[in-house]
C-alpha cells in the first residue's frame, strides 16, 4: 500500500492509498486538511486548530465542533491519513512542501520547480496561518529559479528574456538583477549589463538607502572585466573575511585623498584588502586600475612600465588619465617608492596611489589606514572559513578562539593555522601553539615564497633592519605584555629613535604610553637574543621598580601606581625572585590576588614563602612578633582561626605612632572580632568605622575600600541594609580596586531594599569582569544571582543559578562560603516547596558554617535554619537557634 499524499503548491490535490484523487468537498474541510499539511506529521492541537479555523468568532461548542470536522475529513479521505492524540490532531501524509523543500536543499532547483503548480495553500486564500508558510514558499521558489538560472547561464543557454521579465517584476531583488547583468554578460551585452547595474544602484539608494550588495558586486566586476583590460587584478582565489570595515575605511580615504598607504606587519592582509579595495574602485577609476608588485624587485619604475604595458615613462603614460596604482610591498624598496609616489602624485592630477608597506612612505599628503590584527570575532570567521576548505564538516569550538588569540589575530598565521585542521583538531592545534612558527612551517605552493611560511614573513621583515634594529628587536622579546618607555631605555638600552623606527615598520604596538611585541614577533626575536644580560636587566628594573613603589601603594598616589603594577603584572611574573617576592606581597593583598602568594611561596625561598608554606601554629607565631605591611598581608593570606596568637598584632599597630600603622591596626582588630571571635559583631563595625575614617583621612582609597567592605558586611549581617548599602556604596565610588566580594555585597543589598534592576546590572557587570579561571568569585556571582532571581519571584531561573555555583570547582574555598551557598541554595527550595531538601540543604549549611570562627556567617545560616523549623511548627527548635546566633553577633 503506497503513501497518502497532499499538493498544497496550487490548488489542493489530495491522493489515496491507492494513488487515486480524492476529491475534498466543502471549505471549511479543505481549510482543515490545508492547516493539517502545514505542519504534516507534527501534532497540532485542538486550540491551535480551533483558533485557526474560526479566527474571529469561535463555535458554541468549539471541541465538539472540531471534533465533528475531523470526522467529516476522515470519512473523505480514510480514516488512516489523521491520527488523533490526547492533545491534537495530526496528518500522515507526503506532502509536496516537503519534496519541494528537499529538492532545493540537495541542489536540485528544476525537480523542485516542476512541483510548483500555483500559488502555495490557495485554497485557505489570507488566512493568518498560512501568512508565514507562504511567504516561505515563496522565497524558497524564487531561490530555486535563481538557482536554475545559474545552472542555465553556465550552461551558456540564453535566458535573457526571461531573467528580463522577472527582474522588470522585482526590481529590488538584487539576486535577480545580478543573474540579468550575468546573462547580458555571458551573451557579450556587456554595456547593458553596466546600465543594468548604474539603474539598480541608483533605485537602492533611492527607495532604500543602501547599497548595491555583494552579489551586485560581483556581477558588476564580471562585467568590467570582460569589458576591458584597463585592469590587471587577478581573480579571487578565496573568498574575502573579516576586513568589511577595514574595506569601507580604505575606500573612503581614496575618495579623499590622492596616496592612501596601508601599513601593518607580515601577515596582516595588506596585499588583499587593497586588491579589493581596487576592485571595488574600478568603475571611479575609467582610465585602468593597476597593481604594480614590488616583492621581487627594486627598480619601482620597470615593474610599474611593464605593468601598464607601456614603453613610454609611466608619468607621461597616466599624466592625463584617471587611473589608480596599488604599489604593493614597497618596504624594501621604501625611499624609491617614495620619492616614485611623490613624483606621479606632482606631475598627474587625475591619478590616485594606494601603497601597501610595513613603513609610511612619509610623501606630502599621505594619509595613513594602519592595519591591525583581526578581532576576535574576525579571526574565527576567517579560521572557519579556511578550515572547511580543508576540512568541509569542520565546526569551531572554544579551541578556535584560543588557537586565534595565540596567533595575534594575524591572517596569514591564521590560515596557516586552519590548513593544518587537515591533520589536527583545534584542541591539538591549542598544544603545539607554544611553537608557533615552528608549526607553521609549511604554507601553500601557490603563495610567494616571503609568504608561505610565517617564519619566511617575519624573515623578510628582519632583514630589512639594520644592527641597532634587530639588536634593540630581540632584547625587547624579554618583555612579557609590553612595556614603559623607561623600562625599554633602562632594560634594552635602546633609544627612542630605535623603537619609533621599529613601531614605523609594524614590528612594535605603540598603545597609551606602552609598547608591545606580538607573540608571534616576541617568539621570533627570543631565538635572535644574545646571551641573558638583558634578562638580568630586566629582573633587576622591575625588582627595583616594586620594592621602591611598595611603600607608595598606601597613600595618596596609590591609585595611580595600582594601574601601573597591574599593567605590569606579567612583567613582575616573570622577573620573580626571592627579593620579588617580598616586595609584592603587599601588592598582591591590595589586588586581592591572594592565590599568587601561594602559588609562588611553591618555589620561592624566602622568610615569607617559608611562612606560607608553614603549619598554622608556626605561621601564628612567627606573625605575632612583626608588624610591617608584608606581615599584615600574610595575616590575611594565612590567619586561621587561632585569636589569641594574632591578638598581639592589632594592639601593637593601634599603639603605633605611625598613623597609618593605627589605620591598619584599626582594621585588624575588626578582622579578628568579626572573623574569628564570638560575640564580637559590635566591637567589629567600630573598628571598621575607625578604620575607615583613618583610611579616609591619610587618602588610603585601598584601606578604605576594605574597611568599608569590611563594615558593610557587619552591618548587613545586623538586618541594617540600608547603612549596609551606604557603606558599600561609598566603596565602589571611589574607583580603585575592588574584590567580587564588594560588588556581590553591594547588589544583594540593592535588592533587599527593593532595587533588582539595578542589582542585576552590578551583577551582570561583575560576572563579565571576574576572570575565568577564578571559580569562587564566579561561584560568588552565581550565589548572588540565584538570591536575586528568588526575590524578584523566578525561582525556576533561582535553581539554575544555584545549580551552576554549587557545580564549580572551588577546591579549598573557604568553609563558611560554602555554608553560605547552601544556606541560600536551602531558601529557594523552601520557597519551592521543597521542604525535605530545603532542610537537608541547612544542616550541611550549619555544619560548614561550625568549622570556622567566622561568627556572621555562623550567625546567617543559624537564624536562616531557624526560620526552617518555624515554617514548619517547631517554634522551640527556631528559638533555641535564634538564641544561639544573638549570642555569636553580640
Keep these: 500500500?503506497?503513501?497518502?499524499?497532499?499538493?498544497?503548491?496550487?490548488?489542493?490535490?489530495?491522493?489515496?492509498?491507492?494513488?487515486?484523487?480524492?476529491?475534498?468537498?466543502?471549505?471549511?474541510?479543505?481549510?482543515?486538511l490545508v492547516r493539517l499539511a502545514v505542519d504534516a506529521g507534527r501534532i497540532v492541537t485542538t486550540d491551535r486548530l480551533i483558533a485557526d479555523l474560526w479566527p474571529e468568532s469561535a463555535p458554541a461548542e468549539p471541541g465538539a465542533a472540531l471534533q465533528s470536522l475531523v470526522a467529516r475529513l476522515r470519512r473523505a479521505v480514510g480514516r488512516e491519513a489523521v491520527d488523533s492524540h490526547p492533545t491534537g490532531y495530526r496528518l500522515d501524509a507526503e506532502v509536496d512542501t516537503k519534496q519541494f523543500e528537499r529538492a532545493i536543499a540537495e541542489e536540485r532547483p528544476r525537480e523542485a520547480l516542476e512541483l510548483w503548480r500555483g500559488a502555495p495553500l490557495a485554497d485557505v486564500g489570507d488566512a493568518e496561518f498560512a501568512r508565514a508558510p507562504i511567504a516561505r514558499l515563496e522565497e524558497l521558489r524564487a531561490t530555486a529559479v535563481e538557482a536554475r538560472i545559474d545552472a542555465d547561464i553556465a550552461a551558456q543557454r540564453d535566458v535573457i528574456a526571461e531573467v528580463e521579465e522577472l527582474a522588470a517584476a522585482q526590481p529590488l531583488r538584487e539576486g535577480l538583477q545580478a543573474r540579468l547583468m550575468l546573462a547580458l554578460t555571458a551573451k557579450g551585452r556587456q554595456a547593458d549589463a553596466l546600465t543594468a547595474y548604474d539603474r539598480v544602484r541608483k533605485l537602492l539608494a533611492d527607495q532604500l538607502g543602501v547599497d548595491p550588495g555583494p552579489e551586485l558586486r560581483e556581477a558588476h566586476l564580471r562585467a568590467l572585466r570582460t569589458t576591458s583590460t584597463r585592469s590587471n587584478l587577478l581573480a579571487r582565489l578565496t573568498s574575502f573575511v573579516g576586513r568589511d570595515l577595514e574595506l569601507d575605511q580604505v575606500t573612503r580615504a581614496l575618495a579623499g585623498a590622492r596616496l592612501v598607504t596601508l601599513t601593518g606587519t607580515g601577515g596582516t592582509g595588506k596585499t588583499r584588502l587593497a586588491v579589493e579595495a581596487a576592485e571595488r574602485l574600478l568603475t571611479d577609476f575609467p582610465d585602468g586600475v593597476w597593481l604594480i608588485d614590488l616583492t621581487s624587485t627594486t627598480d619601482v619604475m620597470a615593474a610599474t612600465r611593464e605593468a601598464l604595458d607601456t614603453a613610454d615613462h609611466p608619468r607621461d603614460y597616466l599624466v592625463t588619465r584617471n587611473s589608480l596604482l596599488v604599489l604593493d610591498n614597497c618596504e624594501h624598496v621604501i625611499d624609491a617608492a617614495a620619492d616614485f609616489a611623490a613624483d606621479l602624485l606632482t606631475r598627474c592630477p587625475r591619478l590616485k596611489i594606494l601603497a601597501t608597506s610595513r613603513e609610511p612612505l612619509n610623501v606630502t599628503g599621505e594619509t595613513l589606514c594602519p592595519l591591525r590584527p583581526l578581532s576576535d570575532n574576525q579571526a574565527v570567521a576567517l579560521f572557519t572559513d579556511r578550515a572547511r576548505a580543508v576540512s568541509p564538516g569542520f565546526r569551531a569550538d572554544e579551541s578556535v578562539m584560543d588557537i586565534c588569540r595565540a596567533l595575534d589575530g594575524l591572517p596569514l598565521a591564521i590560515e596557516l593555522a586552519a590548513a593544518r585542521i587537515r591533520s589536527l583538531t583545534p584542541s591539538q592545534l591549542v598544544d603545539r601553539l607554544g611553537d608557533r612558527i615552528g608549526l607553521l612551517d609549511k604554507g601553500t605552493r601557490a603563495a610567494p615564497q616571503r609568504h608561505r611560511t610565517l617564519r619566511a614573513v617575519?624573515?623578510?621583515?628582519?632583514?630589512?633592519?639594520?644592527?641597532?634594529?634587530?639588536?634593540?628587536?630581540s632584547r625587547l622579546s624579554v618583555f612579557a605584555g609590553g612595556a614603559t618607555l623607561e623600562a625599554i631605555e633602562q632594560v634594552t638600552q635602546g633609544t627612542l629613535d630605535q623603537l619609533t623606527s621599529l613601531v614605523d615598520k609594524s614590528l612594535v604596538v605603540a598603545t597609551e604610553e606602552r609598547y608591545r611585541l606580538l607573540e608571534t614577533i616576541r617568539e621570533y626575536a627570543a631565538s635572535k637574543l644574545d646571551g641573558d644580560e638583558t634578562r638580568q636587566r630586566h629582573a633587576a628594573y622591575y625588582t627595583e621598580l616594586v620594592e621602591r613603589v611598595e611603600p607608595l601603594l598606601r597613600g595618596l598616589g596609590q591609585a595611580a601606581w595600582l594601574t601601573r603594577l597591574t599593567a605590569e603584572r606579567a612583567n613582575l611574573d616573570l622577573a620573580m625572585s626571592p627579593r620579588m617576592f617580598t616586595a609584592r606581597l603587599w601588592l598582591w593583598l591590595v589586588l586581592g590576588q591572594l592565590q599568587d602568594p601561594l602559588r609562588w611561596a611553591e618555589t620561592i625561598d624566602t622568610d615569607e614563602a617559608k611562612l606560607l608554606r608553614a603549619p598554622t601554629e608556626e605561621l601564628l607565631d612567627r606573625l605575632a612578633m612583626a608588624d610591617g605591611p608584608a606581615t599584615l598581608a600574610l595575616v590575611v593570606i594565612r590567619s586561621g582561626n587561632n585569636t589569641k596568637r594574632l591578638a598581639g598584632i592589632p594592639e601593637r599597630l593601634s599603639e603605633s605612632d605611625d598613623p597609618w600603622r593605627r589605620a591598619a591596626g584599626e582594621l585588624l582588630h575588626g578582622y579578628v572580632a568579626s572573623e574569628i571571635s564570638d560575640g564580637a559583631v559590635p566591637q567589629a563595625e567600630r573598628h571598621f568605622a575607625q578604620a575607615a575614617t583613618a583610611f579616609r583621612e591619610l587618602g588610603d582609597q585601598v584601606g578604605l575600600t576594605y574597611?568599608?567592605?569590611?563594615?558593610?558586611?557587619?552591618?548587613?549581617?545586623?538586618?541594617?541594609?540600608?547603612?549596609?548599602?551606604?557603606?558599600?556604596s561609598e566603596a565602589l565610588s571611589l574607583g580603585v580596586h575592588v574584590p567580587t566580594l564588594l560588588h556581590v555585597q553591594s547588589a544583594q543589598l540593592q535588592a533587599r531594599t527593593g532595587d533588582i534592576a539595578g542589582a542585576r546590572l552590578l551583577l551582570e557587570r561583575a560576572e563579565r569582569s571576574t576572570p575565568k579561571d577564578d571559580a569562587v568569585s564566579l561561584a560568588r556571582v552565581h550565589n548572588a544571582l540565584a538570591e536575586l532571581e528568588r526575590l524578584d519571584g523566578n525561582l525556576p531561573k533561582a535553581v539554575a543559578w544555584h545549580r551552576t555555583a554549587l557545580a564549580a570547582d572551588v577546591t579549598g574555598a573557604p568553609a563558611q562560603f560554602l555554608a553560605l551557598l547552601r544556606m541560600n541554595y536551602a531558601l529557594t527550595l523552601t520557597a519551592l516547596g521543597e521542604r525535605a531538601e530545603a532542610g537537608r540543604q541547612h544542616e550541611m549549611a550549619v555544619e560548614l558554617a561550625m568549622r570556622t570562627k567566622d561568627a556572621p556567617a555562623r550567625t546567617m545560616v543559624l537564624e536562616a535554619q531557624a526560620e526552617w523549623f518555624d515554617s514548619g511548627g517547631d517554634q522551640d527548635r527556631a528559638a533555641a537557634l535564634r538564641a544561639k546566633a544573638a549570642a555569636l553577633r553580640g
Design 1 to 32: 500500500m503506497g503513501a497518502v499524499r497532499v499538493g498544497v503548491l496550487g490548488e489542493l490535490d489530495f491522493r489515496g492509498f491507492d494513488g487515486g484523487r480524492v476529491e475534498v468537498g466543502g471549505a471549511m474541510l479543505r481549510t482543515l
Design 458 to 473: 617575519i624573515d623578510w621583515s628582519w632583514d630589512l633592519l639594520d644592527e641597532d634594529e634587530r639588536t634593540l628587536l
Design 707 to 728: 574597611a568599608l567592605t569590611f563594615l558593610s558586611i557587619s552591618q548587613s549581617s545586623r538586618g541594617e541594609n540600608e547603612a549596609a548599602l551606604r557603606s558599600a
